[in-house]
């Protein structure tokens, strides 16, 4: 096999794979969470669940359109190139620049998935965690403050831009917390995303400046926690 058809297997392979991806997202989508495509099939930004000054004050309506529009906006316009450039590498013989833009697929691609969840975390009428959710996280955590205390030092401590992430591994029932950097390194197999916090400069250096700590201890008081409960209840059904 030479590597043209290794790579066109491996991507044969990878859409094998994403079946039971697409049966998540699926689900995500009939449940109305959750819309990364258009009914083109292009990856595509999907409107706000609030206004952009919904969040306000926690968090400013300055920030919340740049970081829509333009950060997380790029990254959708990004990744449909992305794509587009892996298909026509392929057709040109050019297997170098596959390399290339794969990369930049997962990390545009990414980018798209964790801002998707990120602005339907979020919440000015913040609710609790479900019953369901909060005997998982007792059972993992120990109380929900230890939760709270681990995700929140695990966000603040990133290095450069990443996220802090609350996430159910569905190979051993158990909630995880990840602590990513860019959009898609440290990640365990199989997480699925339950509570994102995104932590690169842009989601809050017009308000906080170089206060990261400030901002994930305000971002607490805007957890929409009535999604991640229902995004809790979805991933153990997929799982
Ligand atoms: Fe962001």
Known sequence: MDRKQFITTSILAG?????????????????????????????????????????????????????????????????????????????????????????????????HILHTIFWTNLSKNPLQPSRELMQQISKDFGTFDRLKLLLAKTSKGVDGNGWGILGYQPFTKQLTVLQCENHEKLTQWGVIPLLVMDVWEHSYYLKFRNRRGEFVDQLFAIINWDNVSHRFE??????
């Open 15 to 111: 859409a094998a794979a994403t079946v039971a991806g697409q049966a998540f997202a699926q689900s995500l989508q009939e449940s109305g969470l959750d819309k990364l495509t258009d009914a083109a099939g292009n990856y595509a930004l999907q409107p706000l669940p609030y206004a952009e000054s919904g969040l306000e004050p926690a968090m400013d309506q300055e920030t919340v359109h740049l970081h829509y529009t333009f950060h997380h906006g790029d990254a959708v316009k990004a990744a449909n190139n992305d794509l587009k450039m892996i298909l026509q590498s392929l057709d040109a013989n050019t297997l170098d620049a596959v390399d290339y833009w794969t990369r930049k697929l997962s990390y545009h691609l990414s980018s």
């Open 234 to 239: 979805i991933a153990k059904k997929l799982a």
